[in-house]
Every structure is written in C-alpha cells, then in structure tokens.
C-alpha cells in the first residue's frame, strides 16, 4: 500500500458494500438494491473500486461491460459502462473522483478488453459533467426522460483505444 496525497484507491470488497451502499444514498437519487451492488462486483469487480481516508471508505466507482453497437469505434465492441460514481461532500475537489475513474477505465481497458466506456449523466449535474469532460468524455446525445424524475441524461462516451493512464495506482492496491 502506497499513500497518495490523501488517500488511496483499491479494489471494492464484499465487507465495503454496506459503506458503498450509504455513500450512494447520501449522495445519489439513483439507489439500488442490495444484489445489485453485489452483482457487479462478483462479476466486475476489477472495475468496482474504492477510495479511502484514513481507513473509512469515501467513495466508490461502479462499472460492468457489456457488448454491443460502438459508439465511438466501429462495429461490435466490448464496452465499459459507468453504473455509479459518488463522492462523500466532505471529500470532494481533491481528485478522488478523477482517479476512481481512472483506475477503472485502466481495469475496463486492461482486464476486460473494452474498446470504449460510456455513461449516463443527469443534464444539470455540472460537476460530475465537467469531471469527465476533463477525463475525455464527450457528449454524444440527450436521452430525453431518462431518469425517474424525468430529468434528460447525456450521453457521454470515450474511446479507450487511446487510454493511457499516465500514473497508475493499481500497483499499490490493497487487493
Ligand atoms: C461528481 C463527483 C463524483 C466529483 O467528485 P470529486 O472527487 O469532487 O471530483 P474531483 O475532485 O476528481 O474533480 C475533478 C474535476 O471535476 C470538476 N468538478 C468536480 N466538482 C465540481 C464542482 N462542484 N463544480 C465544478 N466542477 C467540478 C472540476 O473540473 C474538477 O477539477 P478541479 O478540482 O481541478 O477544478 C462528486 O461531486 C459527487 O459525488 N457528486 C454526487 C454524485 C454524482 O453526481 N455522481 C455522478 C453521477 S453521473
């Protein structure tokens, strides 16, 4: 294990969900059930990563691949989609969120052999839009309703043929 700044980002684990579960309705009207949770990271979890502060987990990004229809290459593609990602307010503009997504678009890439990595995005969620414009997504279309409270979605896409992670933490995971 390896101090970064403030914290440090590994591999999620069955004993972390409940954690992850209460950061997620803390800070997320997209909630989720127990097996969902678990779900993802018996069968993602390379890509389902948290991040902690002195012990105490702060905050956690959740992926899963599927494979369909490119959307910013062409043809069939494994592809890399960002379920969930939340920070707790006490812990944010220090980069925690930029380096979960990091290290998952470097596992989607690395361990799942995705192509690309999408995402759906609340319209007004300025930070969060902003967060991946930054990581090199961009906008591809609004999905009109998307969310339950009827707010449109962008979304968002990168390729990551051309991914590279110039800093990675993975090895210095606790796994
Ligand atoms: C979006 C969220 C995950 C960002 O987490 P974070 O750890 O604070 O993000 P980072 O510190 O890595 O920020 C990276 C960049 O994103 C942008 N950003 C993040 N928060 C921002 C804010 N409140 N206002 C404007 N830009 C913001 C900035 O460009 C920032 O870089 P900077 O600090 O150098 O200016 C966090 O605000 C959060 O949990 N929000 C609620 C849940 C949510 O919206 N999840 C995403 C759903 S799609």
């Known amino acids: 294990m390896r101090l970064l700044a403030e914290f440090i980002v590994r591999r999620a684990r069955f004993d972390d969900l409940g ?9 997320l009207p997209e909630n989720y059930p127990e097996w969902f949770f678990r779900d993802h990271l018996v069968n993602w979890g390379e890509a389902f990563l948290v991040a902690e502060v002195n012990g105490e987990v702060v905050g956690y990004v959740m992926c ?25 307010p006490e812990h944010r503009r220090k980069g925690i969120a930029t380096a979960l ?26 930070p969060a839009i902003r967060l ?18 009827g707010e449109d979605a962008y979304l968002m896409a990168r390729s990551l043929e051309d991914f590279s992670s110039f800093r990675s933490f993975t090895h210095d995971l606790r796994l």
Not at 101 to 126: D, H, I, P, Q, T
């Open 19 to 27: 954690k992850v579960i209460e950061i997620n309705r803390k800070c």
């Open 64 to 88: 899963r691949v599927e494979f369909g229809l490119g959307i910013t290459v062409k043809g069939l593609v494994r592809r890399g989609h960002v379920i969930s990602l939340a920070v707790l």
């Open 101 to 126: 997504m990091k290290e998952a678009l470097k596992a989607l890439k690395e361990k799942y052999g995705c192509k690309e990595v999408y995402l759906e995005v609340r319209v007004s969620n300025l």
């Open 132 to 149: 991946y414009e930054k990581l090199g997504f961009k906008r591809v279309k609004v999905i009109p309703m998307y969310y339950a409270d």
